[in-house]
């Protein structure tokens, strides 16, 4: 039996928090090669490389400080030193590199490995709208599974119970990512439906804007339900309208509702939203002061979907993402948020 | 064409507010008359009859203060009275009560009488476990339909925005009921499966109870939204296994997951047992000093499922029915609610 050769391409928060998971796992099972390459991006933090303060103290002390890795994961600044003889890639990049990251990897990969995207959004263009694990496999030509889940980083890395959800189109790569992902606090369900799955990820940030202008209304619990709820419905028309193949069973999965409450409690789209709607600024403004400039995925899905469903005429049947679409970007005001659901 | 007669059996919280909906909504439609006898356990408020308030300030001062009733709301004493001649009975007294109330409408309603009950909750015996709604229909012979959903009665009553979910097993009745209920501010979805939304009304609080161990641990928002998607499964495998005609999509609507989110975001199931793992105090003690004696209707719940399902040896299909009913019952730590899912 040949074994599994896992490399991990991002060092992140989330790809840190996931490299603790999957360097244990890979110490506990025999089918795993003992040695996880991880990409690290290069940088000098006080005075030291990223790289070896991560293999030598055994610890991302910038994106995830305070957390122990496994001696398992080797720390590597080459891309493609770190995907050498890989058999399994996990993808966990911010999705503004993902392109170029394929694009160095072409014709460095094993043609037979298979991949797995932790990548939420969508990546949306002119000719339309792609699901990032499509993008990976449009270059590499390679199966891509997704994880997706009520996941957020630092709760799962210090190993408070939660679930998440694989999609796999073949079966054989939903065993080996079980195998890689699945630990007693961070429970696994492997579904077939890899589209679902992922879509769930990149919309639910939308939903979760509505859900902030509905605490910045003080309009009370009822109503966030009925937004949450209405939004998972969207996700969902959304979902089966435009891929093939999507079941109505995954949106009961952890990518499906639980990611959705968790995302709409608490979460920056959320919060930035209620700030818009109690201080009147606009979104530019509090991304500036909030989040040092850092964009919301919630306020830019939100547009990529609606010029997507305007160039189908069919803004009519996602009234609940119209709505928002509208009241960020042209002045609606937020308490309109309930009409016409 | 007859026109349509409601009696109102019920003037609590959530009585008053729907007599604020119903008793604006008969005013708007020519198919109902425009009198809703609402019958009131009678009481003295301040020295005067609260029958005599409602009818002559058109506000219950006791259940719903600072809310006004339409006119077409007449509070009557004596339950007969209210029934007379009614072709729609609307339920929504505390379950204690309901089947001695079924004993005096018995031969004193219209045989053709359809009903609606919002009463929350199941009616376990030796017998085993029957639905509300079929409590009422078995006594009275008499088509009843359900509505629940994520309703705090407060909230309904100033008009925030929310859905709610009407199971009908005949079309006619979906369709008067529908009219009866929906609101701009208040949306009807009707579905045929009465099973389905009754009982998500009735389990949705063992789940809460859950939540809130979860909330007094501390462990976070994924671990939260799992329990909550756990315990969604769990009310769907209860009501799928133990009735028939039970529907998947039921659990989409708002009787389901917004009725969750909304009972596990706020509530006193979840307050008490958050307290219970905070101040290690019993239910009994902090349900006296929270509830002024009052009852959870989670705990209750959790021991009636579980008595149930141990009767037929299916405690392992429902772990966290089952750990639930032991943190609460059987002294087991909260910190094991986790483990076994």
């Known amino acids: 039996m040949t074994q599994e050769k896992v490399a991990l391409i991002g060092s992140g928060n989330w790809g840190s928090a996931i490299a603790k998971i999957v360097g244990s796992n ?24 990223l790289t070896e303060i991560i293999n030598n103290d055994h610890e991302n002390v910038k994106y995830l400080p305070g957390i122990k890795l496994p001696e398992s994961i080797v720390a590597v600044p080459d891309l493609l030193e770190c995907v050498r003889d890989a058999t399994t890639l996990i993808f966990v990049v911010p999705h503004q590199f993902l392109k170029g990251i394929c694009k160095s990897l072409l014709g460095n990969i094993r043609p037979d490995a298979r991949a797995i995207s932790l990548i939420k959004g969508l990546d949306a263009s002119a000719d339309g709208m792609r699901l990032f694990s499509q993008v990976i496999a449009d270059v590499l030509n390679i199966e891509v599974s ?16 939660c679930e998440s959800t694989i999609g796999s189109k073949r079966k054989e790569d939903g065993e080996v990512f079980y195998k890689l992902f699945n630990t ?102 509090l991304e500036r002061e909030m989040l040092n400039g850092q964009k919301l995925q919630g306020t830019l899905a939100a547009h990529e979907v609606h010029d997507y469903l305007k160039a189908k005429n069919m803004t009519a049947e996602f009234p609940l993402f119209t709505r928002i679409y509208q009241i960020v970007y042209e002045n609606t005001p937020a308490s309109s948020i309930v009409e016409g659901l």
């Open 26 to 49: 890979v110490l506990q099972n025999a089918e795993f090669d003992k040695e996880v390459r991880m990409w690290v991006f290069e940088e000098m933090v006080d005075g030291r490389k």
């Open 146 to 161: 997704v994880l997706s889940g009520a996941n957020i980083a630092n709760e799962v890395a210090e190993e408070m119970f």
């Open 184 to 285: 007693p606090y961070f429970r696994i369900t492997v579904v077939e439906d890899v589209a679902g799955v992922e879509i769930c990820g990149a919309l639910k940030n939308i939903v979760a804007v509505g859900a902030g202008f509905i605490d910045g209304l003080k309009l009370g619990e009822n109503t966030k339900a009925a937004i949450m709820r209405i939004g998972l419905m969207e996700m969902k028309r959304f979902a089966c309208t435009f891929w093939s193949g999507v079941k109505e069973e995954t949106f009961y999965e952890s990518c499906g509702v639980a990611d959705l409450i968790t995302t709409c409690a608490g979460g920056r789209n959320r919060k930035v939203a209620e700030a818009h709607v109690v201080t009147g600024r606009s979104f530019d403004e």
